[in-house]
């Protein structure tokens, strides 16, 4: 099984900074890594698919970038919405594995 | 407009069998596949079991082999989860999500707002 795993697993940061988050395959997954974005009580969102594309109605500050086994998101000029929780996911191959999460919280 | 919603969830004893569902609607069912992905109460995202448009390919997380079993019924635009021998573990809100194979490398695009399960005595 591929395991995900994902760095770090919480983070402070203002409105307005840049932030990024890591996520490394424990074998090659090629460009099949999905990013999701996850607030309490609400439905997962996709922000990014196939690695580095910008899934339709994502804002422009949201970025992907990566592959083989090494991945990154990346959020320029954080806005009150994007405090929330971001998780990685390789559809390479079954089973399709998540990373543990990164929080993301207003310092 | 895709929507998705999950119906099933509720109260179960160790040991117990629940069946979820969930109806899809605003796109072509049969030809994309489907996933369901937990989170426990705490934890983080579960991807839990997949199955292709016609039903013929299942995949489950290890976690749940041979407990869980997963199919769809095209012609009612619905597929389902059925969970047997539940255990504590097995508590959590259940995603359902469709699975976009043909355009964005299997990623989950459209998620429903989720059901909770809850094994306990």
């Known amino acids: 099984d591929i395991q995900m795993t994902q760095s770090p697993s919480s983070l402070s940061a203002s409105v307005g900074d840049r932030v990024t988050i890591t996520c490394r395959a424990s074998?090659?997954?090629?460009?099949?890594l999905n990013w999701y974005q996850h607030k309490p009580g609400t439905a997962p969102k996709l922000l990014i698919y196939?690695?580095?594309s910008v899934q339709s109605g994502v804002p422009s500050r949201f970025s992907g970038s990566g592959s083989g086994t090494a991945f990154t998101l990346t959020i320029t000029s954080l806005q009150p919405e994007d405090f929330a929780s971001y998780y990685c996911?390789?559809?390479?191959?079954?089973?399709?594995?998540f990373g543990q999460g990164t929080k993301l919280e207003i310092k | 407009e895709v929507q998705l919603l999950e119906s099933g969830g509720g109260l179960v004893q160790p040991g117990g069998s629940l069946r979820l569902s969930c109806a899809a609607s605003?796109?072509?069912?049969?030809?994309?596949?489907m996933s369901w992905v937990r989170q426990a109460p705490g934890k983080g995202l579960e991807w839990v079991s997949s199955?292709?448009?016609?039903?013929?390919?299942?995949f489950f997380a290890d976690s749940v082999k041979g407990r869980f079993t997963i199919s769809r019924d095209n012609s009612k635009n619905t597929f389902y989860l059925q969970m047997n021998t539940l255990r504590a573990v097995d508590t959590a809100v259940y995603f359902c999500?469709?699975?976009?194979?043909?355009?964005?490398?299997?990623?989950?695009?459209?998620w429903g707002q989720g059901t909770l399960v809850t094994v306990s005595s």
């Open positions: 999500a469709r699975t976009n194979v043909k355009d964005s490398y299997g990623s989950l695009d459209y």
């Open positions: 605003g796109f072509s069912f049969s030809t994309y596949d």
């Open positions: 199955i292709s448009g016609g039903g013929g390919s299942t």
């Open positions: 074998q090659s997954i090629s460009s099949y």
């Open positions: 196939a690695a580095s």
């Open positions: 996911h390789q559809s390479y191959s079954a089973p399709y594995t």
